[in-house]
């Protein structure tokens, strides 16, 4: 069996799964110079979130998500280590940005939502889902 190559950078479901990324970056006031977008399996993402835990007030924060357990708030580890995750969203791979904005905010505010174990999350429509945010081409748009 070969590997799984990911995703093609042009489709429907990688522009859409960059956009996604962008909304969120949006609703939390980030100018999207601190994400990346793995676009292998599995698709996840990385987003460096302005602002510090209270439990962790000297590591900086990030806002992760996988195609396997959605969005999860981490804090950089010293010496190179795995991030930290605090806290898992659960619920939806693919929720809404203003949920995962409310969700980044709740930590930043020093409540530790969501579970601090992942739950494999079903998205039988994952791309689908990422699809429908794609930026519309402008040629379709003038059509």
Do not use: K
Request: aromatic share 6%; hydrophobic share 45%.
């Amino acid at each position: 069996m070969f590997p799984n190559p990911g995703l093609d950078p042009q489709s429907r479901t990688a522009r859409g799964l960059r956009r996604y990324i962008g909304l969120i970056e949006e609703m939390l006031g980030l100018s999207g110079q601190g994400s990346c977008v793995q676009l292998e399996a599995p698709l996840s993402a990385y987003i460096a979130i302005d602002g510090h835990v209270p439990a962790f007030p000297d590591r900086d924060v990030a806002l992760l998500w996988d195609e396997r357990y959605g969005w999860a708030v981490a804090v950089e580890a010293r010496c190179g280590e795995d991030l930290l995750v605090l806290g898992y969203l659960g619920g939806q791979v693919v929720p809404a940005p203003r949920v995962v904005a409310a969700f980044v905010r709740r930590a930043l505010g020093g409540e530790l939502p969501g579970s601090p174990e992942p739950e494999v999350l079903e998205a039988p429509g994952l791309h689908d889902e990422l699809a429908a945010y794609a930026p519309v081409p402008e040629l379709l748009a003038a059509s």
